[in-house]
């Protein structure tokens, strides 16, 4: 009996072992799936990101008024201001700005050109002929400024952005923003729910700023902190340097801003993230914009979100994020601004920290374009096309495979310079330098057409290389600026009429330049994606460097998948360049060129490409 009883001991702990192994592999397996959770359209994807109050007009009748400028800088109240016409010379200055007295940068920020979700809507027709199939939005929730990073709440969208401004504000004041069973739709949301649908219908995706590190001065919940000091339920939302004391005539209430920046609140956090209340706020605004009839159904929602200053925010909040994200729609894809590491020593970040599956599915790759600036643009701080290799080889030994393919490969944005600029200011980190404030050579006018050779090359390599293409609104017509505010232009549409760009900020000479669509350019945006659209290997495939040639300024690479391989030639340089291919090529009929830019099959113009595809 002893012995049967010490040989049913060893049998329930030999199961209990047993069940136990079990146990963590399902939940090994549940969390290798959950990091794997990452979007499979993205691989397919091509960037296209709008500033909303810049793209297009659609609806007038909504535009910003002067008592819309109230919250944002320069909180000064302006006695004279109209919403800015569409087509003038972007740095000549109105009648009302000439009032003011006040310089180009002061009345840039004023400025309001009423760009809307109407105009988007307008224009998907455009996006989806360009052959646009995912679109990143700058914030569109309630703000007084123009970009909208102040935000004012996040469960509502801009109201000058939809059709009736005036119904939304009497539909906000009937709310509790601190209670979500109490929130409403508006027009403007429902105008954004709309586009969502038409975005959708034609095979695009959509994803919107989130802004989670600050917030605008006139933020529901920071204004109830200033009213009501210590005793506020949002008191430890913020950091709150010290408050108002009543009993004094002095206001002694101070906060620190994003970055000092004191329009931008910025929110508390520790290594855990923000106070509980504040992410219970957020994962119902995550539920509310993914999910808007809540059915379970994500597909009336965005697709994803794209988080500024994510390095700001602590890990553990995103990999929170991350859940109330994919819990809600597990396609989403999530992107980050990982960015400067150490901006004033040229440092960017190595980002594969945040690209281990658990937090982002991607990032915006500043990297990217930096590397094609020291390898296409730069003069004196040129690289040869073996460290150009390097730069890009550093990103593709660090970041995941997976993520690679997750990356946003982005030239223009919203925060740097624009790309066709970059061609005529090289020798300058991006990003450094690009704004005349800083940097009073920087030229202004439009790069002459010999340039756009070398935005055409740049552009070859951006669609043929491993991660998705991004293209900033205007680039693809031609836009041209510096950086924030010029790089913020309203977009250039062909049935509109402009001004010729003549004046200058600073009162220098320039050239005048005609302001139109560059048909040839938004021709070879097209024949790219397009290209990129008819070849799988060029969205999946594998990426391996094949020559790195400095003496002749060539780099070649492959994209291959299965039995099928793209072969890509670069000249890297100004100056023509033979092409002397592998031996392989040397066998007549086993490749096929299928893109050229600047070139035949024997040599390589300067800047130019020859792309071919195998045929075995």
């Not at 939005?137 to 709440?153: C, D, R, V």
């Not at 001004?499 to 005048?512: F, Q, S, V």
């Not at 002397?580 to 040599?603: H, R």
Request: aromatic letters at 14%.
């Amino acid at each position: 009996m002893k012995e049967q009883l010490k040989n049913l001991i060893q049998r329930l702990r030999k199961s209990l072992v047993i069940s136990l192994i079990f146990i963590l592999a399902l939940a090994q397996n549940s969390f290798s799936e959950e990091k794997s959770r990452m979007p499979n359209w993205i691989y397919d994807a091509v960037w296209y990101q709008i500033f909303p109050e810049r793209f297009r007009n659609g609806d007038p009748n909504n535009d910003p008024t002067i008592e819309t400028l109230e919250g944002t800088w320069p909180y000064e109240k302006q006695i004279q201001w109209s919403v800015m016409p569409w087509t003038s010379d972007w740095y000549k200055l109105q009648p009302w700005e000439l009032f003011n007295g006040r310089d180009f940068y002061y009345n840039a920020q004023l400025r309001r050109y009423g760009g809307d979700l109407q105009g988007i809507l307008d224009k998907l027709d455009y996006l989806n002929e360009l052959g646009i199939n995912a679109i990143y939005l700058n914030p569109i929730f309630e703000s007084a400024s123009a970009h909208k990073y102040g935000t004012t709440m996040y469960h509502h969208v801009d109201n000058n952005f939809g059709p009736d401004p005036a119904g939304d504000i009497l539909i906000w004041a009937a709310e509790k923003a601190e209670d979500p069973s109490t929130w409403q739709w508006t027009a403007a949301d429902k105008l954004f729910l709309k586009l969502i649908q038409e975005v959708h219908a034609r095979g695009m995706k959509i994803i919107i700023d989130g802004v989670f590190n600050h917030v605008g001065i006139p933020f529901w919940a920071f204004q109830d902190v200033r009213k009501n000091g210590k005793s506020s339920p949002y008191a430890d939302w913020f950091v709150i340097k010290s408050f108002d004391d009543p009993g004094t005539p002095e206001d002694e209430f101070e906060y620190q801003g994003w970055y000092g920046v004191t329009d931008l609140p910025e929110i508390w956090e520790d290594e855990n993230g923000p106070a509980l209340a504040f992410r219970e706020h957020i994962k119902t605004v995550v539920k509310r914009w993914g999910d808007p009839d809540g059915d379970g159904d994500p597909s009336d929602g965005i697709d994803g979100w794209r988080l500024d200053v994510a390095e700001m925010v602590s890990k553990a909040f995103w990999r929170d994020f991350r859940k109330w994200v994919k819990d809600v729609n597990p396609d989403a894809y999530l992107t980050g601004e990982i960015w400067w590491e150490d901006f004033m020593n040229n440092k960017m970040f190595d980002a594969s920290p945040w690209l281990q599956g658990d937090i982002f599915d991607g990032v915006m790759n500043y990297r990217f374009g930096d590397a094609m600036l020291k390898g296409f643009v730069d003069k004196k701080m040129r690289v040869n096309p073996s460290k150009l290799d390097n730069l890009l080889g550093d990103i593709r030994e660090k970041y995941p495979l997976s993520a690679q393919y997750q990356l946003q490969n982005i030239m223009g944005s919203h925060d740097n310079e624009r790309f066709a600029s970059m061609l005529i200011n090289p020798d300058r980190t991006i990003d450094h330098g690009g704004n005349l404030v800083y940097n009073k050579k920087f030229k202004v006018n439009r790069p002459p057409d010999d340039f756009r050779k070398i935005q055409k090359a740049i552009l070859a390599f951006q669609f043929t290389y491993i991660g998705a293409p991004y293209i900033y609104y205007g680039d693809e017509v031609g836009m041209w600026g510096a950086d924030d505010p010029d790089n913020r232009k309203p977009m250039i549409w062909s049935d509109l009429q402009y001004e010729p760009e003549k004046a200058h900020p600073l009162g220098m000479k320039r050239p005048e330049d005609s302001v139109r669509v560059d048909e040839d350019l938004l021709d070879y945006y097209k024949s790219l994606i397009n290209l990129r659209k008819e070849h799988e290997v060029l969205r999946r495939g594998t990426y391996r460097t094949v020559v790195v040639d400095d003496k002749n300024k060539l780099l070649i690479f492959d994209r291959t998948i299965e039995n099928d391989t793209i072969r890509a030639f670069f000249n890297i340089s100004a100056k023509k360049s033979r092409v002397f291919p592998p031996d392989s090529f040397a066998s007549e009929g086993k490749w096929q060129l299928i893109y050229s830019v600047n070139s035949n099959t024997n040599t390589l113009e300067p800047w130019g490409v020859l792309i071919y595809k195998s045929l075995d």
